[in-house]
């Protein structure tokens, strides 16, 4: 494998940094408040603050064991913080000053002394020297005190079990009681600068390792990084090996501003601006040092949006009126392509998202993510909105079921609607160009392949994988396809692509690929091993770039990617040995010596009973291929060939004359010699193998060798060639074999060998004797 589930740091390379070092706090928030946490410098940070509603709290965060990190990347637990002191220069505008009543106040969540759980609220303005916006606040852990007024209503904090503290922040026109939405929304900002921590164990041990580049980037978001500093992200990234580029989705639920929709919830209005104040200044901050690192960042827009958040006119509809929402908690509309004003909306975000590249000293490279017109789990379509019946004819036909049979006025609408989805974003491309002026600008669409192609729905790629989008509408095409590589259809997968070639017609210089990604932790050991096998072989398919998606399951998983062949630098165990594809030249008869081998550990007890444990699944073969020379032309053949492996290096293949058919030894081969497995209607590619024996007790033998021209197929008894062979003995069927369908196959095969020694002994008196020499190979395991 190339690569690794570290789940913690052993003997990885380690940093120390200053404890509450500002990289490394978060912010968190009930909605619909926003806010950000950026370092403004290497002992700062700056949080920006925007409140909806008369009752929005937003917390400034330092947990004591790091849940954000990857585990080889992480800083110690240590929640002891006595005789420790934290100080900092406070600053603030726009939020309850120091002073005020439900002013900046510092929680401390941990245990007393007995082990309970407790919370301290400390007023800070207790422990400011300055002025109610402008102080310097110093909180000196084992003197710490919570309580509005001192020492009156002193309630001491036991500071050597903390497990989290956090700052609070609210608006100046704060109640806990109250839900009144402001309009518009107050906008604040705090800054903690000059931060020291001083006294016992002021430090932390941070891991500090850095995985060489790898050939792979990564993608990720603002929906699971808005919490997080941009620079504890990119360090991550950095640190396990990531490199060139940077897939950036801003999001569906946090990054734009919001206005009161009259009826107690916050809706997008399109009349403010693209951002809200805070994601304004986190990507600002994210761009600029993604620059500095020498990076390059996609920024990526979909179609998707918050559906709480969400003017009901632009969003997408089924014919019966339902809105189209996805299956998250809770979850997002789609808009409508048709939608004047959601495209109009669209097209503000995208250029404003061209604009802070350009002023972040970046090419513009702006992504349009998973455009497509919503499908629903019962088959229905979501393109019966009032904006996008107007625009398909006023009155459009009805497709009940996406995956029945359609009439000619059905596909019709279909190819309807695939032309005003393509309409739709290739305006979004022509406004970001036309913003980058002449500044490099790069557009690229990002197809969900699942979804766009998926069989139970075979003419939904008329309107979601529209024409429209064919070469050079776009400048790169991105394609994803983890519901069916984590689900184990790999022939959906290569069909999927081959189809999504054939009709957009981008060649594989101008694709991405995106792999992944993990939902559930719980899933990790059984899908990473997919999903790196997945880039692997998207690098081997020579796309131009291939992304893992997404980093919050890489660093939830440890998921570790090491060097291998693709990258340049492969490790010993994924490295691709040499492989002569030749055939031992010499028909070397019966006169040869064959020897299988196991490897079996015999232990024998004090009392004279044995305890044997094999070792190998397999036997390995050992060949004497020397008696099988029989003249002084083939003692040639044999030494040039030699010369030509150059000893051990390089392997080649062996006919066995005893044994080389999967019927019997060395029988004709039928398409019903040997079980290769059986359907799960997922499973498109099965392993060459023979059995030796019957039922329970068969040894399997891996076949990596087989003769092409000998092959015969069959499912169920009948014989197919809807397949073709991959690379060691693999079959691929174009369609997987449906579930319970037995796979069988025949076929004649050699074995992979290598000479056993770097060194011929060739006597020329000798064999002129009769003697023959002694020609050792050994089998190669290729399967492993």
């Known amino acids: 494998m190339s690569f690794w589930l570290a789940n913690r740091r052993t003997v990885q390379a380690t940093d120390t940094i200053q404890r509450f070092d500002p990289r490394f706090w978060t912010v968190d928030f009930p909605r619909p408040a926003m806010a950000s946490v950026v370092t403004t410098a290497p002992d700062a940070l700056r949080v920006d603050a925007v409140f909806q509603k008369a009752d929005d709290l937003i917390g400034l965060i330092w947990e004591s064991a790091d849940r954000w990190d990857h585990p080889l990347l992480a800083y110690d637990t240590d929640r002891d913080y006595a005789r420790l002191t934290l100080s900092f220069r406070w600053r603030s505008s726009g939020v309850l000053p120091l002073n005020a009543i439900n002013g900046p106040t510092l929680t401390i969540e941990g245990r007393d002394a007995a082990g309970n759980p407790h919370a301290r609220y ?73 931060m020291r921590c001083s006294g016992h164990k002021p430090m932390l041990t941070i891991g500090d390792v850095m995985v060489p580049p790898h050939g792979l980037c990564m993608a990720t978001g603002y929906d699971d990084g808005y919490n997080q500093t941009p620079a504890r992200i990119l360090r991550t990234i950095r640190g396990l090996g990531y490199r060139g580029s940077i897939n950036h989705y801003v999001g569906m639920s946090h990054f734009f501003p919001l206005a009161p929709d009259g009826a107690g919830g916050f809706v997008v209005d399109p009349a403010l601006p ?8 986190w990507h600002g901050a994210f761009l600029s040092a993604a620059k500095t690192m020498g990076y390059t960042v996609i920024l990526s827009q979909s179609y998707e949006l918050l559906a709480q958040h969400c003017p009901p006119a632009w969003q997408q509809r089924s014919a019966d009126g339902a809105p189209a929402r996805t299956g998250w908690s809770p979850p997002s509309a789609l808009l409508s392509p048709a939608s004047t004003a959601a495209n109009d909306w669209l097209r503000k975000v995208a250029v404003r998202l061209a604009g802070m590249l350009t002023e972040a000293g970046l090419p513009v490279r702006y992504q349009v993510g998973e455009p497509w017109w919503w499908v629903t789990a019962d088959r229905k379509i979501c393109l019966y909105d009032d904006a996008a019946k107007a625009a398909l004819g006023g009155s459009p036909v009805v497709i009940p079921d996406l995956g029945a049979t359609l009439t000619a006025a059905q596909k019709a609408l279909l190819d309807a609607a695939g032309a005003l989805l393509a309409s739709s974003t290739i305006s979004l491309a022509a406004a970001v160009r036309t913003a980058a002026g002449s500044a490099p600008c790069e557009t690229l669409l990002l197809a969900f392949l699942p979804t766009v ?3 139970a729905t075979p003419e939904a790629r008329r309107a979601n994988l529209p024409t429209g989008w064919a070469a050079p509408a776009f400048d790169v095409l991105q394609l994803e396809d983890y519901d069916w590589l984590t689900a ?48 692997s072989e998207a690098q081997a398919l020579g796309v131009a770039e291939t992304f893992i998606w997404a980093l919050p399951q890489v660093a939830r998983d440890g998921f570790t990617r090491l060097p291998d062949a693709t990258a340049g630098a492969a490790s010993e165990d994924d490295m691709m040995q040499p492989f002569d594809d030749v055939l031992f ?34 036997a390995r073969l050992r060949f004497d291929v020397g008696p099988g020379v029989r003249s002084e032309a083939e003692l040639g053949e044999l030494i040039g060939f030699f010369r030509a492996r150059r000893g051990q290096a390089r392997g080649f293949r062996l006919r066995d004359p005893s044994d080389y ?124």
């Open 122 to 194: 400390v007023r800070l303005w207790n422990y400011a020297v300055g002025t109610p916006t402008d102080a310097v606040v110093t909180l000196p852990f084992s003197a710490l005190a919570g309580g509005f007024l001192l020492p009156g209503e002193a309630d001491p904090v036991y500071p050597s079990d903390i497990d989290r503290m956090f700052i609070s922040l609210v608006a100046p026109g704060y109640s806990a009681t109250a839900t009144t939405p402001f309009s518009p929304a107050v906008t604040g900002w705090a800054e903690l600068s000059a």
């Open 274 to 281: 693209a951002l809200n104040p805070a994601a304004e200044h």
């Open 453 to 455: 192609l998926d069989p």
């Open 488 to 535: 184990g259809f790999e022939a959906r997968r290569t069909r999927g692509r081959a189809e999504a070639e054939a009709r957009l017609g981008y060649p594989r210089t101008q694709q991405h690929y995106l792999s992944g990604f993990v939902l559930n932790a719980a899933d990790a050991e059984a899908m990473w091993p997919l999903i790196d096998a997945a880039v």
């Open 585 to 618: 030249p010499i028909a070397i008869g019966r006169s040869a010596t064959v020897t299988p081998e196991f490897s079996t550990n015999v232990t024998i007890t004090a009392s004279g009973f044995e305890r044997r444990n094999s070792l190998w699944a397999d």
């Open 661 to 784: 058919s999967s019927n019997g030894m060395t029988g004709t081969p039928t398409a019903l010699d040997q079980v290769i497995g059986a359907g799960n209607g997922a499973a498109a590619r099965f392993p060459l193998v023979k059995a030796y024996g019957l039922g329970l007790d068969a040894q399997q033998r891996r076949i990596t060798r087989p003769r092409p021209d000998s092959l015969l197929v069959s499912v169920d008894g009948a014989a197919v060639t809807s397949w073709t062979l991959d690379g060691l003995g693999e079959i691929v069927f174009a369609d997987a074999p449906a579930a319970g369908k037995t796979v069988r196959a025949g076929f004649l095969f050699d074995v992979p060998v290598r000479f056993a020694e770097d060194r011929l002994d060739i006597s020329g008196a000798a064999f002129a004797a009769g003697e023959a020499p002694s020609v050792p190979l050994i089998e190669l395991r290729e399967d492993a």
